[in-house]
């Protein structure tokens, strides 16, 4: 079992960093703007890439102390069962989000692209909080010949 | 021991990016701009961040049809005797880079940074390959109130 790791900091209030990882209108404005769903624990989430496809996540954890947590229920074969953690902690002017994206069978290469491109959403979910605006799907970076 | 992977997709030559994984210019182009050191298996490389310090890499592989490996000697406790891995190879337009970061003991919130930062400066590898200026430090990207 291996994991996705990251960590940024928003210079933004916690509260702000939990609506942007938990509302419809939040997780749309740095993730991907083709997200529907019903945002409590045991609802589901839907996230969509065009024709890249996405991903269905049941909603396991919301803690709005810090702590909110993913299982993914439908998606890529590497994905389903995987879960994806968040924990916000403020430190001085920032609210550092540690991600964890937990529970890969294999580090096979895809597994290496989903590293990279949480990264970019994450600097994304840090546009958004502290500028208004972040890049979510289908305005994403362009890391590679992959979505 | 946890790994941190990355993948990003360069539209360049596989020898140019192999030469801004291994050449002292390459590298000041978008790591930092204060490295120093011989580029030979066997030689050593210093990467300096400022105030925050740096890292001492011993090259363990050097092989231009695409691979390179440095075994870290000096820097940080948590990144002493840890071990990075470059695979290069082309596919269609894009010369693909497959890093994995490997040997952590523990996945501590300094892992999870690090990951996040390798990212960023992956990127910047992709935009000196392609555009001939990458992000180096100091000029980086800001991720957090961490360097």
């Given at each position: 079992m291996v994991d996705i790791l990251h960590r940024v900091g928003?210079?933004?209030?916690?509260?702000?960093?939990?609506?942007?990882?938990?509302?419809?209108?939040?997780?749309?404005?740095?993730?991907?703007?083709?997200?529907?769903?019903?945002?409590?624990?045991?609802?589901?989430?839907?996230?969509?890439?065009?024709?890249?496809?996405?991903?269905?996540?049941?909603?396991?954890?919301?803690?709005?102390?810090?702590?909110?947590?993913?299982?993914?229920?439908?998606?890529?074969?590497?994905?389903i069962g995987t879960e994806i953690d968040w924990r916000l902690e403020r430190r001085g002017e920032y609210t550092i989000v540690l991600f964890k994206h937990e529970g890969w069978r294999e580090p096979v290469e895809f597994m290496h692209h989903c590293s990279t491109r949480w990264a970019t959403f994450l600097l994304s979910l840090k546009e958004l909080t502290e500028q208004g605006r972040g890049r979510p799907f289908p305005d994403q970076v362009d890391i590679s010949d992959w979505t």
């Amino acid at each position: 079992m291996v994991d996705i790791l990251h960590r940024v900091g928003c210079v933004a209030p916690l509260d702000d960093v939990y609506r942007a990882v938990t509302t419809i209108e939040g997780l749309a404005g740095w993730w991907t703007a083709d997200t529907v769903g019903k945002s409590e624990v045991g609802g589901q989430l839907a996230f969509r890439f065009g024709e890249a496809g996405g991903f269905d996540m049941e909603i396991v954890d919301l803690d709005p102390a810090g702590h909110v947590r993913w299982r993914v229920t439908d998606g890529p074969a590497e994905w389903i069962g995987t879960e994806i953690d968040w924990r916000l902690e403020r430190r001085g002017e920032y609210t550092i989000v540690l991600f964890k994206h937990e529970g890969w069978r294999e580090p096979v290469e895809f597994m290496h692209h989903c590293s990279t491109r949480w990264a970019t959403f994450l600097l994304s979910l840090k546009e958004l909080t502290e500028q208004g605006r972040g890049r979510p799907f289908p305005d994403q970076v362009d890391i590679s010949d992959w979505t």
